[in-house]
């Protein structure tokens, strides 16, 4: 049942990123304990580096080339976090990154890859398959691909996040977990598994983006058209192939959060815990809003994934989806 | 010199709020350093119980009331943050509270006044004087007012947070105070000096409210119009009496910032920390990021002194200030 990937890989991915990514805190607040009619452990990797749990992958991956491949560098695709984590942690291991980013990328997500030292190419989204891109500059350059999730080493750091806070909060009944390709619940539900094994495992999707849901009911991986929801990092269009095996014997159950639920998620913990997260990195927690019913009296473990969304993006959607 | 403020007043105060308050965070980001070229700490009060340094003051002054007071009750006037830590300091000490705000006083923040507990009262700012009426309503019912600064144990509550950044953070260059009536900087500039004489204290003022700036270079408290800033905790004529003969002896210097220098601070406060601070707890680190040649190389800890700003006017911040 292990999948191939263990709880020992895990606790191996944590001494790799001791002292290399931050032990993030744990976000608590009466007044939202008190609305929500739980308690609630927000898990910040909003404050992670380079602002999301991505980097507890990228790193695990990329501390493990050998000699010969650190030579060579790696590379990846992204517009989002995982370009970021990928830059940065191919600077902290001391090799070289090149990102294939859309050409209309936003400015800022460029900015700060390309400020992580990474070199950025672009390409035309809509004339040109990022994954043959990659696996061609892979194979001309000898860079190694760094893929978001589809990867035990990936797996393995993302799920990091949960042994942390499974360390330092006690007895949590559910753990909630923003869902996208899949690596940071498969991750994370190893981990929380082997230190609890009653723990309640809730995947959140966009209610746009439900693959995975419609996967785990199917019995396999099911593909859907490129989802419509604000939470861009959860666009995708069909779990991963190694992160369904893992989570389709693992995942209790998905809730699915609309793009309102997700903005007032947002707006909460913002005026609340006085916390960033962004739109991908919200749906968790909105999951808890959205249906409090679901997990009253409950100690509730929420993965706040990222944040990392600027004032002006922020602003925009406070003022059309809140009164 | 100890103008009847101590440091084992501070200690005695930092006992009283062990396990009561939050020993809150200290922010640090290697964006936020590089950008500035210095070392930033951020004392992070905005995540302090009612989102600011004012209820360690407040509990600290509230925790001391005899049987007798304590069935009597407290009152004080404030439409801001002081309102806010008065009403949950006496709830947790098992007293009530009465709090007079001005009729036009924001609903959000009568809602998380009286969400704590508090009887709110309000009044007519043009018509009627707050202080009078405070203490008529003192005389009347045998309500302690606690005020906001002016008082002893209040400022020795508030120096507990500088008690904790020193603790937390060797050998700090320099501290970056935001000033309003004072007794943050009182407090905080004596914790500071007795665990590190050498250290320079740096006053922080909106540019409009240069008060206490005005009365340190007069040698005596100068009486100002009230300012216009959208630091609406800093809208104080005249530095306190018991506060400025504290600050007058110890403290370096007084920076100045305007509006737009605030909202600059509070966007990469949010972009870059992933933390949210209102205009006034924003100021101090406005002045770093206003002229960072000033301290450059230097180890700074910064006061982030409160985060209750909602959504709606942090939006309306960034679209009025930021292109």
Redo the contacts between chains.
């Keep these: 049942m292990t999948n191939g990937l263990t709880f020992d890989d895990i606790r191996a991915a944590a001494a790799r990123l001791d002292g290399v990514a931050h032990h993030t805190?744990v976000v608590t607040s009466h007044a939202i304990d008190g609305l929500v009619g739980a308690s609630v452990f927000g898990k910040a990797e909003?404050?992670q580096r380079a602002?999301a749990f991505k980097f507890r992958g990228a790193y695990n991956r990329i501390s493990h080339l050998s000699p010969d491949e650190r030579e060579r560098g790696v590379c990846a695709w992204s517009s989002g976090n995982h370009a970021q984590a990928v830059a940065l942690a191919a600077r902290v291991v001391g090799t070289s990154a090149v990102i294939l980013m859309p050409e209309d990328a936003p400015a800022s997500k460029r900015a700060a890859t390309e400020?992580y030292g990474a070199d950025v190419r672009t390409y035309d989204r809509y004339r040109e398959n990022r994954e043959e891109l990659a696996a061609a500059l892979a194979a001309e350059t000898g860079r190694v691909a760094v893929p978001p999730y589809d990867d035990h080493r990936i797996m393995a750091g993302q799920g990091t996040a949960a042994l942390e806070l499974l360390q330092d909060v006690s007895d949590l009944d559910t753990l909630l977990v923003p869902m996208s390709g899949g690596g940071l619940m498969a991750g994370c539900g190893v981990a929380a598994r082997a230190l609890n094994p009653r723990i309640e495992l809730v995947g959140v999707e966009p209610a746009a983006g439900n693959d995975t849901k419609q996967s785990l009911v199917a019995g396999e991986r099911i593909r859907i058209a490129v989802p419509r929801t604000i939470a861009d990092g959860l666009q995708v269009e069909i779990p991963g192939e190694l992160t369904f095996e893992i989570n389709r014997r693992q995942v209790d159950d998905v809730c699915l959060v609309d793009d309102e639920q997700i903005v007032a998620a947002m707006?909460l913990l913002?005026?609340r815990a006085?916390?960033?997260?962004e739109p991908s990195g919200a749906t968790a927690f909105a999951a808890l809003l959205s249906d409090p019913s679901r997990f009253a009296g409950r100690r509730v473990g929420v993965l706040l994934s990222g944040?990392n969304v600027?004032?002006?993006q922020?602003?925009d959607l406070?003022?059309t989806y809140?009164n």
Excluded: D, Y
């Design positions: 805190p909003n404050l602002g400020g707006q913002f005026e006085k916390t960033v997260v944040g600027g004032t002006a922020f602003s406070m003022q809140v």
